[in-house]
């Protein structure tokens, strides 16, 4: 009993096994108290909690279930996909820091909603050629 808890590969499937279902139950809780309060920063975080968690404990799942020599597809592919939504993810909480909460008046209320998808749009393409 004490070798396989020795084991590196044990601590993580159990701190996924426990952490992840908590992470999500607190992201719920926040994302609820948030939408009372009408808030714009429930898409990034609902974006967080059903894309980015459950792909990071699969990226997680994926790399120690295929430990190996060997260069791996489906590892790499997963991972690549969790780089794209961590991009989607910063872009989204600064579009909700910098637009969604701007006072009326500044020059982030008045800069037109087409430009900051344009901007969004490239940096996205961007960080994909980058990954």
Do not use: H
Request: charge should be positive.
């Amino acid at each position: 009993m004490m070798s396989v808890l020795a084991e590196g590969w044990v601590w993580w499937v159990g701190a996924l096994a426990i952490g992840v279902p908590l992470v999500l139950v607190v992201l719920t809780e926040i994302i609820g108290a948030l939408r009372r309060r009408r808030s714009p920063a429930v898409r990034p975080l609902l974006l967080l909690r059903n894309a980015v968690v459950p792909v990071a404990a699969l990226v997680v799942l994926l790399a120690f279930a295929t430990r190996s020599d060997q260069d791996l597809v489906w590892v790499r592919i997963v991972g690549t996909v969790l780089g794209f939504l961590l991009i989607l993810l910063v872009l989204s909480g600064v579009n909700v820091a910098l637009f969604s909460t701007a006072r009326e008046g500044t020059w982030r209320e008045r800069v037109p909603t087409i430009f900051v998808e344009i901007v969004r749009l490239l940096l996205v393409v961007v960080g994909l050629a980058v990954l």
